[in-house]
């Protein structure tokens, strides 16, 4: 996912982690440069072990570095959605997507028919989030995930949003499904379609190895119907869970926009 909110809202585990690390974020003090970056570190490593973080997590918080390249990202996201639906949608290649997804919903049949079942969610939607967010997989970044999504705890502008996702990497990073060389997108978005790490503690399946196809799509659907998708409904009658896929409104706009080409054909 290309960041913005994304549904990456993960909105109760977030609201419980705040709850208890309210107290611990106020001793991890926020920087504007990465010149208290390694200070910070030495802070977040007890506020992260006191959360259950373990050794490799640990590990990985030590070996992470200031990401310059993500705050630079972070500091343009909102021109990545400005202006209409139509200027959006010729950017992100709106019509490339739509093709594309026609081909791959029938090659990957029996995947997306498995998935339908298990969670209501149609192809279209899905093949939308991964063509958007990944070019269905082609690109799903090369920034280093765990100094990414540190970088963004310790950075001022929004450390108490990412807190939590970086709390959740370091548990990944325990439980094998990241590394500490793992890489992403500049946020620190995971796989072919891009999630936070706190969305992958809650809504992952399977083994939660988002790089792989299968269980990043059946993932998003689960995300989807955990955020209100309704089966049998298009994509246009599910506004509310593509929002809390991604809070932008052009970029819902698109999605169901291009699911609905998608699922119609």
């Known amino acids: 996912m290309a960041f913005f909110a994304k549904g990456k809202i993960f909105a109760a ?5 705040l709850a208890l690390a309210t107290g611990a974020q106020a001793a991890a003090s926020c920087g504007k440069t990465g010149a208290g970056f390694e200070a910070w ?5 007890a506020e992260a072990q006191s959360e259950g973080v373990g050794s490799k997590g640990l590990a990985a918080l030590a070996g992470a570095n200031y990401a310059t390249k993500t705050i630079s990202v972070d500091r343009a996201i909102h021109k990545a959605f400005s202006g209409s639906v139509d200027a959006f949608m010729k950017r992100r290649g709106g019509a490339a997507i739509i093709s594309k997804g026609r081909s791959l919903k029938k090659s990957n049949a029996a995947l997306f028919a498995k998935i339908e079942s298990n969670y209501g969610v149609s192809p279209g939607v899905l093949l939308a989030i991964w063509g958007m967010e990944t070019g269905f997989g082609s690109s799903m970044g090369n920034q280093n995930t765990v100094s990414a999504i540190l970088t963004l705890a310790y950075d001022c502008r929004r450390p108490g949003f990412f807190y939590p996702h970086a709390i959740a990497a370091l548990k990944l990073v325990d439980r094998g499904a990241l590394s500490a060389s793992s890489v992403g997108a ?4 995971i796989g072919h379609t891009q999630f936070l790490p706190g969305n992958v503690l809650k809504y992952g399946v399977g083994n939660g190895n988002l790089r792989d196809k299968a269980t990043a799509l059946a993932s998003t659907a689960n995300f989807l119907k955990g955020h209100g998708w309704r089966a049998g409904a298009g ?7 593509i929002a809390g896929w991604n809070s932008a409104s052009v970029y819902q706009q698109a999605i169901a926009q291009i699911a ?4 119609g054909d």
């Open 13 to 17: 585990a977030v609201v419980a982690t």
């Open 41 to 45: 570190k030495s802070e977040f490593a």
């Open 186 to 189: 500049a946020h620190g978005e």
């Open 235 to 241: 994509a246009s009658s599910n506004m509310g869970a």
């Open 260 to 263: 609905t080409a998608i699922d």
